[in-house]
């Protein structure tokens, strides 16, 4: 909103027209004449009585009168006014001329607000609200006369209110434009652009590795060592910000400058204009000077990255050019956007250190399969989610028995990161020991709900299996709260098997049951988790029948087949986690593929050589 758009309160003092009125009067009178005597003397003593500022100006825009308290508003007495223009006796105010000359030409009164300096103090700008109107005599234009009043005090306050109102709006915009995901180096970029698209030219996010991720960082001696995340700038500058430290470098501060200062001192470290020697002993070393000085920067504000009690990095915000220098007011507002944007990055920073560690951790566990027996061959998968969630506790196992029997499972904790990934090794160390019973399925199933109870796994898991024995020629499953497995036959013969579902394991409330079909040649077991189907708003029936349009065929290579399950059903990030095992029986003389040579794809997985290439159910 522009100054002069303020909404100030009109003039609508009766002294204002007593006035007018007045000078109308005093313009056309004659102070000699007896008759106009008393009247003449009344009327001045009234103009240079009030508190009003008040200016009798002529038709050519010169001042005829200036009353005193205008004369002192302007720091010159009244006579140094007189045959001037507004200009020459008050260079510094922006008078809004062209609404005088308005009121001189159509005789409509008008009100506007003036600012600028005068030659009286305070120093700075003020602000003075006027009413306007013509002077006519006898028909004839003999002027206009201006009442003024100083409203300074008012439009300051103003003016205060509103940079308090865009602050926390800017703020509030903070809170929704960085922090999106719980990717560190996304986060880094939003804050990076937020300061450069309201606060400088430049702006760089700095960061400390995570202790204790990938082994301790490595801080040289005298030297402040942080990672780069992000580096964002004003366009048409991308030359100037080629040269300096990009996004995935490592940045040296030397001690003593303006980023371990601000460390310190846990508050803002400005340098504004500085010469050479100064911006030498405060940027990270003395020899980039002279790259600061050929992008142009002149003024550099250091801004720690607090969160939790901690320092987790540094913001450097720069500006180049014709830029003005940062002001106290640039420095606040930087500094609650830094300590707003911190708590973000460091949330991000945290979920990458504990994704690693549950990726890893999973990676180790669902590296491949037990080897089921020869007669059957696997292929697996596992993606982790996109990098708005962390990682899960899917799995997938193979587990060969006595009599050329071999149990597949499929399964899925509760929750994500290292907990969940944890309490899944758990789950499936049970199930292993439990298959190795002898038991059906949904005997094991039972039994691992029943162990899991007693030994206080806090979250519970879904879980499919699926008891394949090529001497019977059968399939027995099983399920605690899982999906039903996919069966692929020749052509479009796709079935969801049909089986009762009992309660997740951890539940303790037991209740499952076990489904027998025997085994047809030419077809493909599909086991997976939820990750592959769900989607946010749609209903699971559907899900499952966008499973069954997947264009899948038996004769399609294990691994091929997985792979292409996942790309069709998957065309983004993944929301979830997925786990995809899929099986069949080996061809009777041996033949089929062994996986060897094939691409992991995902994160986890691959074939075991091993499957059902023969048929099933």
């Known amino acids: 909103m522009a100054l002069d758009e303020y909404p100030d309160p009109p003039m609508t003092v009766p002294e204002v027209d007593a006035v007018t009125g007045a000078v109308a009067r005093l313009v056309g009178a004659d102070s000699a004449d007896p008759r106009h005597a008393g009247a003449y003397a009344v009327l001045r003593g009234l103009l240079d009585g009030t508190p009003a500022a008040v200016a009798v100006m002529s038709p050519n825009m010169r001042y005829l009168y200036v009353n005193p308290a205008l004369a002192r508003m302007n720091g010159l007495p009244a006579e140094e006014h007189l045959g001037r223009t507004i200009a020459e006796v008050l260079p510094g105010v922006e008078a809004r001329e062209e609404v005088l000359w308005a009121v001189m030409r159509d005789g409509t009164a008008r009100e506007a607000t003036s600012s600028g300096s005068t030659h009286a103090g305070p120093p700075g700008r003020r602000w003075w609200h006027g009413a306007y109107h013509r002077l006519e005599h006898e028909g004839e234009v003999v002027g206009l006369v201006g009442v003024l009043l100083e409203v300074s005090e008012s439009r300051r306050t103003q003016l205060e209110l509103d940079t308090a109102r865009r602050r926390l709006a800017f703020l509030d915009t903070a809170a929704t434009r960085v922090g999106t995901t719980l990717d560190l180096v996304e986060t880094c970029e939003e804050l990076a652009e937020l300061f450069v698209a309201e606060l400088g030219d430049v702006a760089a996010v700095d960061v400390f590795a995570v202790e204790g991720a990938n082994g301790t960082p490595h801080q040289p001696l005298d030297l402040v060592r942080m990672w780069r995340a992000a580096l964002s700038h004003k366009p048409g500058m991308a030359a100037q910000a080629a040269i300096l430290r990009q996004p995935g470098e490592n940045v040296d501060y030397q001690q003593g400058s303006m980023v371990p200062r601000a460390l310190s001192e846990r508050s803002p470290v400005v340098v504004n204009r500085a010469d050479d020697e100064e911006l030498a002993r405060q940027v ?334």
């Open 284 to 617: 990270s070393s003395a020899d980039r000077v002279a790259v600061f000085r050929g992008v142009g920067l002149h003024s550099v504000v250091a801004l720690p990255l607090i969160a939790r009690g901690s320092a987790i990095g540094m913001v450097m915000l720069a500006r180049h050019g014709a830029a003005e220098a940062f002001s106290p007011e640039d420095v606040v507002l930087a500094r609650d956007l830094a300590r707003r944007g911190a708590l973000s990055v460091d949330n991000a920073r945290r979920y990458a250190h504990e994704h690693d560690i549950a990726l890893a951790l999973q990676h180790a566990l669902l590296a491949a399969p037990d080897a089921p027996h020869p007669d059957i061959e696997l292929a697996s998968r596992y993606r982790p989610a996109g990098s708005s969630v962390e990682v899960g506790g899917d799995w997938y196992d193979a587990v060969a028995l006595s009599g050329g029997r071999t149990l597949l499972a499929v399964g899925d904790v509760m929750g994500h990161g290292v907990a969940a990934a944890v309490e899944m090794s758990q789950f499936r160390a049970l199930l292993r020991v439990q298959a190795r019973s002898d038991l059906e399925p949904h005997e094991i199933l039972a039994a691992v709900d029943r162990t899991s109870t007693k030994a206080g796994i806090e979250r519970v898991a879904t879980c499919l299996l699926v008891l394949v024995d090529p001497a019977a020629r059968t399939v027995t499953f099983a399920s605690a709260g899982h999906l039903p497995p996919l069966l692929v036959g020749p052509g479009e013969a796709i079935e969801l098997v049909e089986m009762p579902v009992g309660p997740p394991l951890g539940t303790g409330f037991g209740g499952y049951a076990s489904v027998r079909r025997s085994s047809h040649p030419d077809r493909v077991l599909v086991m997976y988790t939820d990750g592959l189907v769900e989607r946010r708003g749609e209903d699971i029936g559907e899900s499952l029948q966008r499973l069954r349009r997947a264009g899948l065929t038996a004769n399609t290579p294990l691994v091929r087949l997985v792979d292409t399950l996942i790309a069709r059903m998957i065309t983004d990030k993944p929301e979830d986690d997925i786990a995809v095992l899929a099986a069949r029986q080996r061809q009777p003389d041996g033949a089929g593929e062994t996986g060897a040579g094939e691409p992991r794809g995902g994160a986890v997985g691959g074939a075991t050589g091993v499957g059902f290439g023969g048929g099933w159910a």
